[in-house]
């Protein structure tokens, strides 16, 4: 088979396009022959060698796909060849609190993805896709939406009365958006690109932030708001922007710390707000197979169907994650099988 694996992660151009062996399931495991895969941005930090320490030059690329269980070695776990399933990305976390431990089985990452013909996974860690759910949807679903699932819902409670503050319009921020709404809150989005704004508001938020026009972005949002804020924060942002991110929250606020890509603040920054709206704040890592077995029937009851920007075929995944790296787009990116 054909794989795309991380090279020496020294930019984007060391993904290294590969001839392998189809891989053989172990007692406990599946194989699945790949049907397509989305790229997320760690995707770029693992490439470049900014994802911790140097991973296997020889590993498989990707953390998020779909595919067809061909054959299944041991217990089935009520699947059977022929079905289309996904799995979270940390394959060991199937159900109850995180621990660093899950860490050893990441796909992409410390066992091989889903950037290969095929892959052999866990049994125990698939989640079936229900008939009728699209390719397309079902393969952003693992990475970005089981770690905004885990955000708004397990974590945050999100519901009704609910103003969800999202940042930026990449995958996570758009999932952050139509889970939301799902769920019967307001959405607050942040953008450079007044036509992003614009494209979410096609998809349901109701409150739009151009932080180019506006750099007290946190400010717009309590003008809007009459000075209330956000009741949860889907912070895609980090701590560069940790004190605006406080200003914009509402009393009470849930605060999930997902994203950490912009940076550190270069001295230690003004905390106090935490304290006096009596704040939540949350590191956040992904999610299990339970919360995202939950995700998958919200997403098949609702209807939901995450933005796919742009596709591309399998020999073109370089080309894929260039266009990840321009960061034009909105929502997903995919690769066919």
């Known amino acids: 088979m054909k ?19 189809i891989p053989e399931p172990v007692m406990g495991e599946a194989l699945i022959r790949v049907e397509a895969a989305c790229l997320n941005h760690r995707d770029l930090l693992i490439l470049r060698g900014q994802y911790g320490a140097r991973k296997r030059e020889d590993c498989v690329a990707l953390s998020d796909g779909v595919g067809v269980i061909e054959k299944i ?6 699947l059977s060849p022929g079905q289309r399933v996904i799995a979270p990305h940390f394959v060991q976390w199937t159900d109850g609190p995180y621990s ?42 693992a990475a970005a939406g089981t770690t905004v699932w885990h955000a708004i819902s397990v974590f945050a409670k999100t519901g009704p009365g609910d103003l969800v ?18 769920l019967g809150a307001s959405v607050a989005i942040t953008s450079s690109s007044d036509e992003k704004l614009e494209r979410c508001r096609a998809l349901g938020a109701d409150l739009c932030i151009n932080y180019a026009k506006r750099p007290d972005w946190a400010a717009a949002l309590l003008e809007a708001t009459g000075g209330r804020g956000a009741d949860v924060i889907v912070d895609t942002i980090g701590l560069s922007q940790i004190e605006q991110t406080l200003a914009a929250a509402a009393p009470n606020a849930r605060i999930a710390l ?8 270069g001295h230690a920054p003004n905390m106090s707000g935490l304290i006096g709206k009596n704040i939540t704040l949350k590191g956040l890592t992904s999610g299990s197979r339970a919360m995202l077995a939950d995700l998958v029937a919200l997403v098949a009851r609702t209807g939901i169907r995450p ?13 894929a994650l260039a266009a990840l790296d321009q960061a034009r787009h909105i929502g997903k990116i995919m690769i066919s099988a």
């Open 3 to 21: 794989a795309w694996t991380l090279g020496p992660q020294d930019g984007l151009k060391s993904l290294r396009l590969v001839e392998k062996p």
């Open 73 to 78: 070695e041991g217990a089935s776990h009520g």
């Open 100 to 141: 660093p431990s899950i860490f050893a089985q990441d796909l992409g990452v410390t066992r091989d993805g889903w950037l290969a013909g095929h892959i052999c996974l866990p049994t125990k860690s698939l989640v079936p896709v229900p008939d009728g759910m699209p390719v397309e949807t079902a393969a952003t679903l």
């Open 165 to 182: 503050l999202a940042p930026g319009t990449g995958g996570v921020s758009i999932f952050a958006l139509q889970l939301a709404k799902a």
């Open 258 to 265: 997902i994203g950490g890509l912009a940076g550190t603040l």
């Open 307 to 319: 933005p796919i920007e742009a596709r591309f075929d399998f020999d073109s995944a370089p080309e």
